[in-house]
């Protein structure tokens, strides 16, 4: 009777521990795919925060290089086109980031999805998608304007919502930001 009782010890050990092998093994790689994704997560939200960051910043820019230009062509009648190639890349980079983010297809060739509080910072009340495009377009006018009085008039108009602007992108990336951290807590 001892010799039947060893294999069947031995053989439910055996099953036990492969049960516990394969309960390891499963969980390992359940924790390991969690990782990934968070830390997926956390670089998806780092760039489009940086994004969003950015183009708040760049209509800072955008404002700061049309004062430089009207000052280089206006008043110090300088030949230089630095700030006009500086103004310009400004706009096209901050172009790119208006139409990532209301888009939702961004350039790391991820998708965005966007949350109704975005979507109405973007396409409601706030607008921002076709704010900033028309911020956009009036720095390109500037940028071909030569007669003093139709650039001062394009500054103004300008320096007159640039300020509500930065204020309601700071809003986009404070969402972006409490988004992402919600979607890392969770």
Not at 26 to 36: E, M, P, Q, R, V
């Amino acid at each position: 009777m001892a010799d039947n009782t060893q294999p069947a010890l031995h053989r439910l050990i055996t099953k036990r521990y492969m049960l516990a092998v394969v309960l390891i093994a499963i969980l390992s790689s359940f924790a390991a795919y969690t990782l990934k994704s968070a830390i997926s997560d956390v670089d998806n939200t780092a760039y489009v925060v940086n994004i969003s960051g950015s183009q708040r910043m760049l209509s800072q820019h955008i404002a700061l290089d049309i004062h430089r230009l009207y000052q280089q062509r206006f008043i110090t009648n300088s030949e230089q086109d630095t700030t006009e190639d500086a103004l310009t890349q400004h706009i096209n980079k901050m172009g790119e980031a208006n139409q990532q983010l209301a888009s939702g297809q961004l350039k790391n060739n991820k998708t965005l999805e966007q949350s109704a509080a975005i979507r109405h910072l973007y396409f409601g009340d706030i607008n921002l998608y076709d704010r900033v495009k028309q911020y956009l377009n009036t720095a390109t006018q500037l940028i071909d304007t030569y007669d003093e009085q139709t650039f001062q008039t394009l500054m103004n108009q300008i320096d007159n919502v640039s300020e509500n602007l930065l204020i309601d992108l700071d809003k986009a990336v404070n969402q972006y930001q409490f988004e992402g951290d919600e979607r890392l807590r969770i």
